[in-house]
Nanobody, 120 residues
């Protein structure tokens, strides 16, 4: 089992910055992927950014150039540095960890979510 604890959400004005953190603990496998997803009111959950333990990243087009994902593998912490925030970034942000079960299958773990609200 894996536990994910997020922090850092809040209210910010458009153009501002926030950094989210997520600390993972428990049975974390080598080769895992950690990342962030978000879900706005009335919409489906969507990928924001992910990062492999080897440092490969993937970003949603809507956040490229504004958000940066990073991680501390020794501490099993993943960060999301959000700059130039827009009202459309308002959502509940969820931390995700994917443990590899095989070369083609993964097991997902989710945090409880943290609210990010961007005012115009």
């Amino acid at each position: 089992q894996v536990q994910l604890v997020e922090s850092g959400g809040g209210l910010v004005q458009a153009g501002g910055s926030l950094t989210l953190s997520c600390a993972a603990s428990g049975n974390i496998f080598r080769g895992n992927i950690m990342g962030w997803y978000r879900q706005a009111l009335g919409k489906q959950r969507e990928l924001v950014a992910t990062m492999t333990s080897g440092g490969n990243t993937n970003y949603a087009d809507s956040v490229k150039g504004r958000f940066t994902i990073s991680r501390d593998n020794a501490k099993n912490i993943v960060y999301l540095h959000m700059n130039s925030l827009k009202p459309e970034d308002t959502a509940v942000y969820y931390c995700n960890l994917q443990n590899p079960l095989s070369s083609i299958s993964w097991y997902d773990y989710w945090g409880q979510g943290t609210q990010v609200t961007v005012s115009s």
